[in-house]
Every structure is written in C-alpha cells, then in structure tokens.
C-alpha cells in the first residue's frame, strides 16, 4: 500500500515536472546537421561557450567568434592555446566533462560542442543556455553550420574561397604517383585512409589530388587502420611522409623515431630506398582544428610533393 | 593412469606432447599476413640468408611464438605450484591477483617514468616481480583472516578484491596519463604483438629458472600438496616450502607478465588439465603443466591472428574467451560445494 | 555501546553537514551570504542556477546512489556469507558494462537515452545467468562466487575487444561511464533512481530476518525455517534490482558495498535490521565525500567519483587487514 502510494507520487511529480510546449523562437531556429533539431539560438549571440578544443574552438576563433569559455585543460595544440588564451578565454577544464559551474558563472547565450562528445550530458548544458551539437562528418561543412548559426557566413566563404582557390592551383601541379602518409606509435602504425569518412587533413589531401596507395583508399566508412610491420610493404607509395607520435610529450617522439628507421622492414619501403621519406609534423597532421590547419597542410604537400626533388 | 607401469606411458606422452607443441609453434611462426610454408620456416631458422620472408620469421613471428610458449609455460607452472602450495584447486595467478598486481606495477611505473617504453624488458621485470609478490601477500593475508584460515571462498574473494582494486587503480592511472594509455592499451589485457627477440632474450632466465626449480623440485611438491598436516608428519617445513613456493610463482607469474601482460586462466586450466590426464602426481603434473601451457598460449594467439588478420587480436582476450567455459564447467560440476 | 552510540550520532549528524559543505564548496565561491541569500529568496539566477541545479541534486544523487550501495553490499556480504564480497561479485559491474559499451559503440546520438536501460539490462542478464549456472540442487556460495568470475571475465573479454577496437571517440566515452559519475546528476534523473529503488529497498527493510538467517549457514539457517535457496535467489534478485538502477544511473561506482557494511558493522553490530539503515547512511555519506572530492580537487577537471573510491580502497583495505590481525583463526 505505501509502496504503491509512493510510486503514484514519483509519477505525479514526474508529470508535474514536464516543461510546458516551447514558445515562439525569438533568434534564429537551426534545424539542420545538430541533435535535437530545431534549436532556437540568439541572433546575434555576445557570450559563447565551446565545449570542446577541436573545431569549435579553432573555427570559432577564426571566425571571431566572440568566445568567453573552452575546455584548455585539455587543448593539445600549443599554438591554439596560446591564441585562446590571447582572446581572453577562460578554461572550463577536461572535454569530457567541463566544469558546469564555470559555464554558468561565464553567463553564456549561447553553448556550442560536439554530438559525439557531449549527447549524453546535453540536458545539463541546456538549463545554462541554448546548446548546439553540430553533427556532420566533413570539417567544411562543421564551418558553413557554424557560421550560419553565428551569423558569420561572409567571413566563412571568403576564408573557403582562399582555401579552395589554393586547392585548385595545387591539384594542377600534384605530380601523379602514390604517396603514402603513416603515423607512428609506441603500439605500431595508424594509417589514416583516404576515403568518404577520412580524417580532416586526409581530405585534405585527397581535395589536392594526391593519389595514396591501394591499402590506403577505400570507398566505406573506414577511418583508419593498424598495419603491423608485415603490412607496411604495401604502403609502396613513391613518396613516405610520416608522422611520430609517442603520446602527448613530444620528447619521447625522436627516440621512437631512431627505433622505427633502423628496422629492416623499414628500410625496405621503395619510398625509403630511394631517399623520399620526410617526417612531417605532427601538430599539423594530427591536430586539425580549422581553416589554417589546412593550409598548414597544403604547404607540406608543396614542400614534399609538388616541389620535391 | 596409476602404478609404476604407467610411468613409461606418461613418459611417451609428454614426448609426444613436446613434438605437438613444437610442430604447433612452427605451424604458428608461418601464420600470419603472409603464409609461410615449414620449410620456409625452418630454413630461417637454421640457414638464414636475409630475404624478406626469413626477416619476417626472425624478428616478428619467432619471437611472438617464443614469448607465447615462455608465458603460457611460466603461467601454467606458476599455477601448478600455488594449487599445490595452498592445496587449493583455484589458485592461480590470475584469480589471486598476482597477474592484477605485476600489471599495475609495471603501468604505474610507466606513468611515473620511472622505466622507458615496453622495449625496456629488463625494467620492467623487477617492476613485475614487485607488484607480483606484493599482491600476492596481500591476498594471502587478507584471505587468511577470520576462522578456518584461508579456505577456497576466502582466498577467491580476497582475491577478486584485490584484483578488481588493482585493476580501478590500473584503469584510473590511464584515465589521467594518456600518454602511457596509449603505449600500454593492448598490453592490459595481455597481448605478445610487437614482442622483439631483445625482450625474450632479457626474460628467458628468470623464467628457464623458475622452471628448472619447480621441475628439480617436484617431488615435494607433491609432498607439500598433500596439506600441512601429512607433510609435516613427512618432515617438511611448512614455512621453507610455502616461502620457496612463492619465490618460484613470483619469478614465473612477474616475467609472464613483463612479457605478455595478464593473462589469465593458463594458470588455472593447464594444472587441471594435466591433473585430469596423469592424475595427481607432481612430478608429471609440472612437466605436462609446462609444455601444455605453452602449446595452449601458442594456440590462442595463432587463432587470434587467423580470425583477425590484419589486427591484432589480444590473445588475452581469446584465453578469457577459451578459459573462462573450462573454468565454468569446472566451477559447476566438479567443484565440492563448502 | 555508548562510544558506538556516540559514533552513530556523529555519522547522522554528519549528513546535513556534508550536504552543506556539498552547496557551499566547489569550483565557483558560494559564500555564506550567498546561501542565506537564497533561503530569503533574493539570491541571483547564477547563485540558484549553481546550487539549486547542479549542485543540490548532484549531492542528493551521491546520497541516494551511495545508500543504494550500501545496502546492496550488505545484502551480499550476507548471502556470500563472507565480508570480503560486494554486489560486482555477481558479475553485475562486468555484465552492466559490456551492455553500456555496446550501446555506445552502436548508437551515436540516440545512445545516451539508452545507456541507463542498457545498463540495467546487462546487470539484471548477467546476475540471472550467474544464478541459473550456479544452479545445481540448489546453490553454494563459493559456486556462485566462482560462476560469477568466470562470467564476469568473458563479459570483461568482451569489453575489452570492444576497447580495443572501437573508434577512439566511443572508447573515450565508454571509459568515462565505466569511471562512474554523478556529473550528469539532475531532478529528473534522481526521481527515476529514487523511484526505482523505492520497491527493492521497502523489501530489503522487510527481509532483515532472512538476512540474519542466512549468517547461521544453509543447515541451520533450513532447521529454522527457511528457505535457503529461495531465499538465496530472492535476496540476489533484491541486490541486483537496487545495484543495477545505480549503474543505471551512475555508471560502475565500485568499493562502496564492500566498505559501507564493514564501517557499519563496527557502529552498530551484525544485526541486520540496524546493519542495513547503518549501512546506507555510510554508503551515502562516503559517495558524497567521494564526489565532493572529485569535483574540487583538480577544478575545473572533474575526477570521477568511481575513480576517487578506487583510490580509498587500498587504505581502507589496509585498515582493514590491520584491525583484524589478531581475529580469531
């Protein structure tokens, strides 16, 4: 008899708590490429907060967004910190979980973050403020959704036209041989696949016209994959750029360096025997977090591949 | 298999166990990306002439089986000895900690820099024999408290305590040092990938050492399975015999896991196997224990290879999933309930 | 008794305070103006935003969540008969896991309503598989102990092949629920975890005598009138029902139910029907303590509250082996 007396008030009070239907929307009313469209945000916002230090962050500053809060805790790109810490941005702390009370004493009017990271807490960040989740796969259009929902459209397409207009003029000149791009790790290789669902600076690649191996393309969703030595024969591409990582120091990284080249599978790659394999950096090809990280991109593939010996 | 007549058969039987094991390692060494055939196999080893394929043999398929077999062989000896030190039929590295506590000693010393990356094998071991002989105390202790002394129930629940802490521990420790989650990821759930002839070579000692001891000794160990009472009646110290046995589980369990990770169940399903075969003599228990133990790790990861081609299958993974029915059956039907 | 009448006064009293402390401490500075602020009704929407919003549910969560383990490990200590178990035992945490991981790893979006479900769902499959495997003319502790293992290991080789080769982003946030938080702690979600539990604790409350019982051992325990398998299933279904709707809520929170009884016993004795209430007073008191801590301790990051217990259990277990070195053997 209690228990079901209990159990009728839970219920009550759960209906009782249910928010009344949502009244006209006084900004501008996204509907497209975020979760739990349509999200009304303000026209003109003047307080964002971004939830996290990837594409928000990057494109957001590029945009000049005025942003007042980001997680820096775990920002792993130096140049980026430094240039929100320039902006006067405060640090929300970890990605995964940034401090909700920091977002509230920033007194945002708008939040904006990621649909992977942050669709299971996005109930919390929409009692501060009205929260974006920008859910698209390609970085470009991560920009265009941004601006649009910012009002910022005129400076995103002219920063795209530079970058597209540059991307023209290189694809002219790429040379038309196989290049292949591997990461190096203390567990082994990552080779970021070109392909629909590529990692930004591989589409980047791949918008130039560089041509990558047959182990290196592929036509589903495959983000990458994890050749042991055995397999790195088949990255026979002409010219090796490779990125070392050894984890989020970078002292370690010249020492796995020094390792990795003295194998002998290594030193039978054809791109090695024949003196063209360049360690790129790893800032630029495993960090992307806007339109400069693509041309960032775009000089390596000038210096190494357009304008090589 | 009783009597002395059934010696020479138990004998014949680890021969031709031995020769299994070996044309398995063999069959193991050509697996992989690229079939390579025995003879292929075979001329690597023994008429090197530094062509692609004896390369592969060499430096990526012969130490990844060397290690397998060493592992799988340390692990099923270290095994046989707790069951026989403890008179328990569940000791085993895995299930009382030990496995749990050389792990995280070896992240934990990862993460404070105090070693260099997984290539270090000799740092690593001493890390591995500390976390190992630690652990194992501690669940020993904490198993033997209260009435009736460290019975089954006590000494499994003691030990999934402390395993389940060390593991949070180990877990927490890459939550906030990512750098070393990611040198480390595979290796928490036991995996040989990228093991180097360097790394088997500076663990081959301790654990050639911990075999030989338990082989040389493995009459009274039979003694000492028998229980404190009959073997202290048969003149043996109880404390000489319980400290030299876990000298001899720290040597094997610490180096398996500096090599391997933990690896679980090859602890606890080989000795078992081999008692179900040859009955409950030690002095074929830890022979048979030993080959088996390699054959069994050597096994698993072959098949993890040949599922998964082109990644690396933890074989951890592939023993829990092999070893954790046997220890079902065992549990359900052939376990006194106390 | 007086010293123990003592401490249980002191551990009441406590609650309150630390429920206090929970409003007044964190990452922004809420003074004591402030508070009264908001008793009087002229607190800012910033003041009533941090405390009313995501600080009180967020400790009345730690509360709730942390009694529910409490009880939870009581009950298990007692059909395992032995202080050294807790409702993982069961492979309730690895069974809960493997549910959530596939959830995260197959659903994007969609997947966060889904994960508490998925939860529950894993705990409550796997206790029922434990149960039913165990199973053999009845049951015994150790072989359910053991079955537990033994599934819980292929249910945690499964969350590892997950981990090992599932898209970075996923392994991230799996890794985070596994942690187990009340970061996400709201009015909404305290209701349902309340609710849930309403049922499942009335019925602990009232099955303090089978509890008692079974402490005798399954012979005498059957001489005086129970029922001991049944009981045994029963009492197992209780523990999986209130530690699943936690894990359901919070995610793997893990060392409470081995600790809160312990501490509880030492206040007030093995007697079951003043063990449990003790024993959910210390549960909720150490989660909200944990959760406390983790919140402030490296602000703005927060270390999950599952991880700050992890870090307890060692010295608690310590302390543990060191009081009772001179137990009878």
């Not at chain 1, 009304?40 to 916002?45: G, L």
């Amino acid at each position: 008899m209690k228990t079901a007396l209990c159990l009728i008030i839970s219920a009550l009070a759960m209906l009782l708590s249910l928010t009344p239907a949502a009244a006209q929307c006084q900004g501008r009313a996204i509907s497209e490429h975020v979760l739990g469209a349509p999200v009304c945000v303000p026209t003109a916002p003047s307080r964002i907060v971004v939830l996290d230090p990837f594409y928000n962050l990057g494109m957001g500053l590029e945009l000049g967004l005025p942003i007042v809060g980001a997680p820096l805790m775990t920002a792993q790109d130096a140049d980026l910190r430094t240039a929100a810490e320039k902006a006067s941005v405060t640090d929300i702390g970890d990605a995964r979980q940034p401090s909700l009370e920091r977002i509230v004493a920033l007194k945002p009017d708008l939040i904006i973050g990621d649909a992977t990271l942050h669709a299971q807490v996005r109930g919390m960040f929409e009692k501060i403020a009205p929260t974006v989740l920008i859910d698209v796969r390609n970085w470009k259009d991560h920009l265009q959704v941004l601006a649009d929902m910012t009002g910022r459209k005129d400076t995103a397409a002219e920063l795209l036209a530079g970058y597209e207009a540059r991307v023209a003029a290189i694809r002219a000149r790429v040379p038309h041989f196989p290049v292949s791009v591997l990461r190096i790790t203390p567990t082994g290789f990552h080779v970021y696949v070109s392909g629909p669902a590529s990692y930004a600076p591989y589409a980047v690649l791949r918008e130039a016209g560089v041509q990558r191996t047959a182990y290196e393309t592929v036509t589903d969703d495959t983000g990458f994959k994890r050749p042991g030595w055995e397999e790195i024969g088949l990255l026979d591409g002409k010219t090796l750029l490779y990125v070392v990582v050894s984890g989020y120091d970078q002292v370690p990284d010249d020492a796995l360096e020094a390792a990795t080249i003295k194998n002998p599978f290594w030193q039978m790659l054809p791109a090695v025997q024949a003196g063209r394999a360049y360690r790129v950096d790893r800032g630029t090809w495993m960090g992307f977090y806007g339109v400069a990280s693509a041309h960032r991109v775009l000089d390596d593939v000038e210096r190494y591949i357009v304008n090589a010996p | 298999m009783t009597g002395r007549h059934a010696d020479p058969l138990r004998a014949l039987g680890l021969a031709i166990l031995f020769c299994v094991c070996i044309l398995v390692a063999a069959l193991a060494i050509g697996a992989g990306t690229s079939r390579l055939s025995l003879v292929t196999v075979c001329e690597a080893i023994f008429a090197f002439d530094g062509s692609r394929d004896h390369l592969v043999v060499t430096m990526l398929r012969l130490p990844r089986v060397l290690a397998g077999a060493m592992a799988g062989a340390a692990l099923a000896v270290a095994g046989a000895v707790m069951q026989a030190a403890t008179g328990n039929p569940l000791a085993s590295p895995g299930l009382l900690g030990i496995n749990a506590g050389g792990a995280f000693a070896v992240v934990a010393a990862m993460a404070l820099q105090m070693t260099g990356s997984m290539g270090d094998g000799n740092g690593l071991i001493w890390y591995a024999f500390g976390g190992a002989a630690i652990a194992g105390f501690a669940v020993h202790a904490l198993g033997s408290l209260g009435p009736g002394g460290p019975t089954s129930l006590k000494l499994v629940l003691a030990g999934a305590v402390v395993g389940t802490f060390l593991t949070s521990l180990t877990a927490a420790t890459l939550i906030v040092d990512q750098a070393t989650l990611e040198a480390v990821r595979l290796w928490t759930v036991g995996s040989l990938s990228g093991r180097t002839m360097g790394q088997v070579v500076a663990v081959a000692p301790y654990i050639a050492t911990g075999l030989a001891a338990a082989l040389v000794l493995r009459r009274q160990f039979t003694t000492l399975s028998l229980g404190p009472n009959i073997s202290g009646a048969l003149g043996q110290s109880a404390l000489l015999w319980r400290t030299i046995s876990v000298v001899i589980v720290v040597l094997l369990a610490g180096s398996a896991v500096a090599l391997a990770g933990p690896v679980g169940f090859v602890g606890l399903v080989m000795p078992h196997i081999a008692r179900l075969t040859v009955g409950a003599d030690y002095r074929w228990i830890v022979p048979y224990s030993a080959i088996g133990g390699a054959l069994l790790l050597v096994t698993a990861d072959m098949i993890g290879r040949g599922l998964f081609a082109n990644q690396d299958f933890p074989v951890g993974v592939t023993m829990a999933l092999i070893g954790a029915p046997f220890f079902l059956w065992l549990a359900r039907y052939r376990l006194r309930s106390s | 008794m007086t010293s123990h009448r003592l401490i249980l006064s002191a551990a009441i009293m406590s609650v309150p305070a630390l429920l206090l402390a929970s409003l007044a401490l964190g990452d922004q500075t809420v003074s004591r103006a402030d508070l009264e602020s908001l008793v009087d009704g002229s607190a800012t929407g910033q003041i009533r935003m941090i405390v009313l919003d995501l600080r009180l549910p967020r400790a009345l969560m730690a509360l709730t969540a942390g009694m529910a383990l409490g009880i939870a490990g009581a009950i298990a200590q007692a059909v395992m008969r032995n202080p050294l178990a807790e409702p993982g035992i069961l492979g309730i945490n690895a069974g809960a896991a493997l549910a959530g991981g596939l959830v995260i790893v197959s659903f994007k979006g969609a997947g966060a309503a889904l994960l508490p479900v998925a939860g529950f769902a894993g705990a409550t499959v796997m206790a029922a598989a434990v149960f039913a495997l165990s199973w053999r003319n009845g049951t015994s502790s150790l072989r359910i102990v053991l079955i537990g293992i033994a599934l819980g290991s292929l249910a945690g080789a499964g969350s590892s092949f997950l981990i090992a080769f599932a898209d970075v982003a996923d392994v991230q946030r799996l890794m985070i629920w596994l942690s187990g938080s009340v970061y996400a702690a709201s009015w909404e979600t305290l209701r349902l975890l309340a609710a849930w539990l309403v049922v499942p604790v009335v019925l602990a409350c009232l099955a303090v005598r089978q509890l008692d019982l079974m402490r005798f051992g399954d012979d005498v325990a059957a001489s005086l009138g129970q029922r001991v398998n049944l009981g045994r299933a029963f009492l197992i279904l209780l523990c999986t029902a209130i530690s699943g709707a936690t894990v359901a809520a919070c995610g793997l929170i893990g060392f409470i139910g081995l600790i809160a009884p312990h501490v509880a016993r030492r206040m007030v004795g093995a007697g079951h029907a003043r063990l449990i209430p003790a024993s959910a007073l210390v549960g909720g008191l150490l989660l909200m303590a944990a959760d406390l801590i983790g919140r402030t301790v490296i602000a703005p990051a927060q270390l999950p509250a599952g991880i700050v217990t992890a870090l307890i259990g060692a010295p608690f277990l310590g302390y543990l082996l060191w009081g009772r070195r001179h137990a009878a053997q």
